[in-house]
């Protein structure tokens, strides 16, 4: 199994910062790629940013030129520092890695309980 636990969420002020972290761990031979994602209730899951081992990054139209997504594919880790947020951006965030496990079976289709952000209004 690959388990993924997410943190760094909290409530927040207009404006606010928070940095997420996002730590992968157990059966994984190697990741090359890491992303964030969010959902609200009702709401289909949408990608926020993801970056490859390679460096390569991406990200909503959202959340562009206030969102940076980094980290250590190496080490299975990946964050998001989100800056001057807003209430939009209140949601459940959740990363999810592409890979490979020890199987040499592809990593994908797995979420951690993900890590409530809040941004008051």
């Known amino acids: 199994q690959v388990q993924l636990v997410e943190s760094g969420g909290g409530l927040v002020q207009t404006g606010g910062s928070l940095r997420l972290a996002c730590l992968a761990s157990?059966?994984?031979?190697?990741?090359?790629?890491m992303g964030w994602y969010r959902q609200t209730p009702g709401k289909q899951r949408e990608l926020v940013a993801s970056?490859?081992?390679?460096?390569?990054?991406n990200y909503a139209d959202s959340v562009k030129g206030r969102f940076t997504i980094s980290g250590d594919t190496s080490k299975n880790t990946v964050y998001l520092q989100m800056n001057n947020l807003k209430p939009e951006d209140t949601a459940v965030y959740y990363c999810?890695?592409?890979?490979?496990?020890?199987?040499?079976?592809?990593?994908?289709?797995?979420w951690g309980q993900g890590t409530q952000v809040t941004v008051s209004s």
């Open positions: 970056i490859t081992n390679n460096g390569w990054t």
């Open positions: 157990g059966n994984i031979f190697s990741i090359y790629a």
């Open positions: 999810n890695a592409e890979g490979l496990d020890n199987n040499y079976r592809t990593i994908g289709g797995s």
